[in-house]
């Protein structure tokens, strides 16, 4: 591989047609362009005056109701991610535009405070983020994320946080305050022990070991913590399930969770290139076996299947999960949220009138 053909630190390795935009720039003719049209060019923010924060999820397959997501985009550049395709929505491609143009929602503390002011509103957990890391590089200079624990603890509403970023461990001050009520739940990502596989698959992320160590670190502090394998790429992560499993139960882990990946959207041209400029020798099997776990196609949208697929392939992967957990998770689970700490305050609501 050449090395003008690899963009190193970045996941995608390309910037996808989006359907939504009408005329944009693309490299159909290279052989005619006098320098590169695409450069690995530094990340940048944009602002976004958002009009609410938390979402309600609509999704059979999800086990939490609420989400919220302070950024949109994500500089970890993790080749796989579901949430590249929502991108377009904002004239961005899902490719290097997801990973280095970060839409930053400034005003989310207060957004959050207001849902919470909201007669409608009844406790509940929510999930930070239910679709790209809260703790991503950008949120060690911005403290959205900080700043809307805060307002967790202040209305003493449950959140349940997901990440592979160990800048989590900055706020355990106030991790350990919502511990002490029941109101918080931590999924610590892990895909792959081999880190050279890391470096391509999750180019900006924190490496296994550094993820180990937030689970231990958390565990110390009594903060329930649970390991998300997740995804599962058939012929590429698979085996190291179980050793996956044994170490995050070893660093203090109460419990696991997994999927298995699915290209839906422009993600299955941004991990097709990815895989066949990667691991040109096995791309083939690699895209062959997820397939196999999606009715016959890379992408799946099926209701009940998506997440973890079906067929031969997917029920042994499942089975090996299955296997894992009962070992090395034996008496082990989180405890549920205590819901009625919350604070129903509606005073400041009165002072309008």
């Given amino acids: 591989m050449e090395e003008k053909e690899y963009f190193k630190g970045r996941g995608a390795q390309l910037n996808t047609k989006n359907p939504y935009l009408k005329q944009e720039y693309v490299t159909e003719h290279i052989e005619g362009l006098d320098e590169p049209l695409l450069e690995n060019s530094a990340t940048q923010l944009f602002k976004e005056t958002a009009k609410k924060i938390v979402n309600k999820v609509e999704s059979q397959d999800l086990p939490f109701m609420y989400s919220m997501n302070p950024y949109q985009g994500c500089e970890h550049g993790c080749i796989y991610c579901y949430a590249r395709n929502a991108h377009q929505y904002w004239g961005f491609s899902a490719g290097l535009d997801f990973e280095r143009k970060i839409i930053v929602k400034h005003n989310a503390a207060q957004l959050l405070e207001k849902t919470f002011q909201s007669k409608n509103w009844l406790p509940s957990p929510i999930v930070l983020s239910g679709n790209t890391d809260c703790y991503q590089p950008i949120e060690r200079k911005l403290k959205i994320t900080r700043s809307m624990l805060k307002v967790l603890l202040k209305y003493r509403n449950p959140v349940s946080i997901i990440t592979k970023n160990n800048l989590i461990l900055r706020d355990t ?81 109460l419990g696991a969770g997994f999927t298995i990946v699915r290209l839906n959207g422009a993600i299955g041209e941004i991990f097709t290139d990815w895989i066949y400029k990667s691991f040109p020798d096995r791309a083939e099997k690699v895209l062959s076996l997820i397939a196999q776990c999606h009715g016959g196609t890379i992408n799946d949208s099926r209701w009940g299947l998506r997440m973890h697929g079906d067929g031969e392939v997917a029920e042994a992967i499942a089975n090996l999960f299955k296997i894992s957990v009962k070992k090395y998770f034996k008496e082990k689970d989180l405890r549920e949220f205590d819901l009625s700490h919350f604070i129903n305050d509606h005073n400041s609501q009165l002072s309008m009138f």
């Fill in 173 to 253: 001050d106030l991790l350990t305050e919502l511990n002490e009520l029941n109101l918080v739940h931590v999924s610590i990502s892990i895909t792959t022990l081999n880190e050279d596989l890391r470096q391509l698959l999750e180019p900006r992320t924190v490496t296994a070991n550094g993820r180990l160590q937030i689970i231990e670190k958390l565990a110390q502090l009594n903060i329930p913590t649970r390991v998300m394998v997740a995804p599962i790429i058939p012929g590429l992560n698979s085996d190291e399930m179980p050793s996956i499993i044994k170490q995050a139960a070893k660093a203090g882990a």
